[in-house]
Structures are given as structure tokens and as C-alpha cells.
């Protein structure tokens, strides 16, 4: 049973989200000090990053191409390498990432991986009670207390051995609404940092692991320093030896892939591994290039890790990261399983081949999306991966000629469809529908939907808009023909989905909030963001 708002935690810090008797166990007094703390000392300069990716998109919507930066080619071009990897970080050959509900952490720290992502961010819609009882279930898992029934009466429990946890906080631009400082909303990214490495480091420490971090949407090795330095003071204000907490930066957005020598660098103490974030940096490269009209993407379904920019990305990240002792984790492979076993083979088949791309590249490790990929996806990698090694650490490229920026930005070949056009159309629309009832990652067309796809969805089309680009069939992408294929799509997923479905749902709101997004003259950063508002 909820009781009235709380508004009275601190002189500065305020939790406005509803309270409820069990969220006393997560908002004690030890935590909200931490976090009003942690605001007090490093929110401000959050917000100065974030003005200079302002400046910085400016520049690059002004006709400038992201490049390798010269005032940090000593960093590059320097012998030095990251402090090291716990030994319970050493095989990550196969993660699982998912939001941190809890039958989804039952389910994921026994599957057949080594590492689960608990995720704050782009599976998870932030309500405040998702957010609260997200943190519950993480430290319940930490102490191995974690069990769930189903309301059909079937136990969920942890078995003996479970996956290591990494906890992946909000990016820099997410705000908790929830927890205001100074009258303004904290950070989502220090509120979770600060929740779970509280109740957590102790007894993780205690059974030889240690408080991880998944850190997304950096877009600068300025934005990594930010974290080391918020991970160093947590260290020294708890008395914890330099290097303790550990992290791994999703390198998911364009401006990042030209900083990773210089975040691994900026964050030496504290990172051990790079991840190949591969649907946001599809997103980014859209977003960061979409005044450019030579740098068009095609039909999302084309743009596979194969496309040159792409394998450009992969490769340099586990060139740069085995050179300085930091792992290279792979990408996600965001199919599910199909009923059909037709399908399901041609699934097996493409995650296969997927990941013996990522294997055969030098990758230390890979990602999915169901645990029903688990065991294709752990098949590659034994097999790549030497007998009696952990990882592929001892890769290191050193016969590719160096990567340029030119690779990194090429443009990709491929079709504009009106099929795909309409799938966009659909996909996101389902998405943000269930974003906005607070379900952050959703099963769509035999693909596990997060944040990342559904924004490639809706900035593609907003990107056709915005240079008057024609689909394969002659018709020219314009906001009336979006609205038009709207309104008929929504239709098709009316059908779909049934209209008893249709009308308990807020699928009028989320076209309206599509139409919005994709009609916008600028571009709205990250969906999120107004999805937010309506959350």
C-alpha cells in the first residue's frame, strides 16, 4: 500500500516518488546521504558534459566530421595499459543482459553465461517502483536470497553456481524525477550507482567479486574521467583500495569510438573491458551525422555488423582494447527463439554466424538477449577460444593497417523500402506503447525490442524526412506520408495484437508521441526523454 509522497529525506535532497513500507530497506538514511552527497560533489560537472555535447553536435550539424583528436594522440601513441581484470571478470565469453524484474534475474543469472547485465537503462522503463524494487532484487540476488512464484504457483530460485552480476546505471542524460536536489532531478545514473554499490560492495567483496558497473552512452573520455573520478571518491570515502569498483563502457555512440585509447586511458583504475554496443551506435551514427545527407542509413534490417563501418567498429575496438589489457566484448544478439522450428532454425543459424563473425574477430565475449541463445552463443567461443584460456586477450590485430576515419564513416549501401519504412512504423509504435506502461523491453516480430532498435526505427524515418530521400518504390519520405502509413499501421497492428488489447492499451498516446518524435524540425535526442513525461 502506498502512502503520501516523502519530501522531507534532506535540507537539499528530496525523494518525491511514492513511498511504500518495503522501500525503507533501499532508501535508508546511509543511501539518501550517499546519493546527496554524490549530486552535491559531481552533478554539476555532469552538466557541463553534457552542454559541451551540445557544442560539440553543433560544430558536427555545421558540416564537421568527428575525427581522432590531435591534442590526445600522445595517449594513443603511449605504452600503457589498465590496472587489471578480477579474476571473476576473466571469462565473459557469454553475457546476458535484461532488466532487473525478478523472475528476469532468476532466470538470467542461471542460464548457461558467464556474466548478467542488470539493467537500469535501456530495457528498463524507469517507473519509480521499477526503479526501487529493481535495487531490492539486485542486493536479494547479491545475498543469494532471491526467489520468485509465478501467480500460476511455480518457484523461481538461484542455483548453486549463478552468473557474475554487472550492474548497468543510467547514461548522463537521464534524469530520476523522483529525487530532486536544489529543487531540480538528480542524475538517474549517480541514484543507481549509489543504491546498488551501498547495499552491495560488502557481501560481493565478502564472496571474492566486487561491485561492477556497465557504463553507457559515453560520448567523450572527458565523460569517462567523470566516472572514475566518482568511483575513486566512493573508494576513498569507504576505505576501499584504488581499483575496487570496476566498469565496462559500452562504446555505443560515434564521437566515443574516436576517445577509446583515451577512456581506457581516463579510466585506467577502474575499467576492464570495452563493449561493442552495436544498436545504439547504429542510433548514434544517425543521430551524430543527420545533417549529412551523403551518410543516409538504409532499412534497418540491412545494416548488419558486416557493412564496412561496422566491421571498421568491431575491429578497432578489440585492436585498442587488447593492446592496453581490456577485454572486447561483442554485440547483442537481439533475436528470441521461435515456436515454429522452421524459424527457429534460420534464428540458431543467424546468431551463429553473428557470433563466429565477433569470435573470429578477436571478441573476449558476446551477448544475448534469451537464454534460449545461450548455448549457440557459448558453442562459438568454446570453440574459438583457446583450451585452458579465458579469454582472447592475446589477440591483438597487429597486422591490420590502421582504421581511419574515413572507415568509420562510411557511408552504407542499401535500400530505403516501404516495407521497411512500415516496419519501423509498427515496431516503434508497439514499443513506445509498452515503454510508456512502464515494459522497457518487449518481443516484437522475433526481435527482443529495447530502447536502442526502437530508436534506430524512428530516426531513420526522421532522417528520410529530413533530406526528402525516396523509397525504392519512387515515393519521397515526407512528414504526409509518415502520418499516412501511421495511421494505416496502426491499423495492421490493431489486427495483431486484437482489439480488447488495443483498448486497454495507450497506443493512441504512443502514435501521437511517435508522430511527435519523427515530425519534430529537430531532432529529440533520445526518446526517453518525453517518453518520460507520459511515464
Sequence with gaps: MSAPAQTHCSARLRIQGETHPDYAQILTPDAVALVSELVERFAPQRDELLKQRVARQARIDGGELPDFLPETAHIRAGDWTVRGIPAD????????????????????????????????EDSLAPAWNKVIEGQINLRDAVNGTVSYTSPEGKAYTLNADPAVLICRVRGLHLPEKHVTFDGAPIPGGLFDFALYFLHNYQALLAKGSGPYFYVPKLQSHLEGRWWSEVFAWTEDKFGLPRGTIKATVLIETLPAVFEMDELLYQMKDHIVALNCGRWDYIFSYIKTLKNHPDRVLPDRQVVTMDKPFLSAYSRLLIKTCHKRGALAMGGMAAFIPAKDPAVNEQVFAKVKADKEREANNGHDGTWVAHPGLAD????????????????????????????????????????????????????????????????????????????????ISRTSIWQWIRHGKSLSNGKVVTKDLFRQMLAEEQEVVKAEVGAE????????????????????????????????ERL
Excluded: H
Design 376 to 455: 549457440t552463443a557459448m558453442a562459438v567461443f568454446n570453440a574459438a577460444i583457446p583450451a585452458g584460456a579465458s579469454n582472447q586477450i592475446g589477440v591483438l590485430r597487429e597486422q591490420d593497417a590502421p582504421i581511419t576515419a574515413a572507415e568509420l564513416l562510411a557511408p552504407c549501401e542499401g535500400e530505403r523500402t516501404e516495407a521497411g519504412m512500415r516496419t519501423n512504423i509498427r515496431v516503434a509504435l508497439q514499443y513506445l506503447e509498452a515503454w510508456i506502461n512502464g515494459n522497457g523491453c518487449v518481443p516484437i516480430y522475433g526481435l527482443m525490442e529495447d530502447a536502442a532498435t526502437a530508436e
Design 501 to 532: 488489447r488495443w483498448q486497454a492499451g495507450r497506443f493512441a498516446e504512443a502514435s501521437e508521441l511517435m508522430e511527435q518524435i519523427t515530425c519534430a524540425d529537430t531532432l529529440i535526442d533520445f526518446l526517453t526523454l518525453p517518453g518520460y
Design 89 to 120: 571478470l576473466q571469462d565473459r565469453r557469454v553475457e546476458i543482459t535484461g532488466p532487473v524484474e525478478r523472475k528476469m534475474v532468476i532466470n538470467a543469472l542461471n542460464a548457461n553465461v558467464k556474466v548478467f547485465m542488470a539493467d537500469f
